[in-house]
């Protein structure tokens, strides 16, 4: 294997990683944010 394929195959695999984490972040953010609001929600009842 090139060195070259071995560095493509590396940022590939790069840019999947980063895109899960991104993900994962976005999902914990939304998540928070839904506790807090029902917290408030269930507060007001």
């Given amino acids: 294997m090139p060195h070259e ?3 493509e195959a590396l940022q ?3 840019k999947v990683v980063h895109g899960q984490v991104e993900g994962i972040v976005q999902l914990t953010i939304i998540y928070m ?3 807090e609001t029902l917290s408030d929600w269930i507060k007001k009842k």
């Fill in 5 to 7: 394929e071995i560095e």
């Fill in 12 to 14: 590939a695999a790069c």
């Fill in 33 to 35: 944010v839904a506790e």
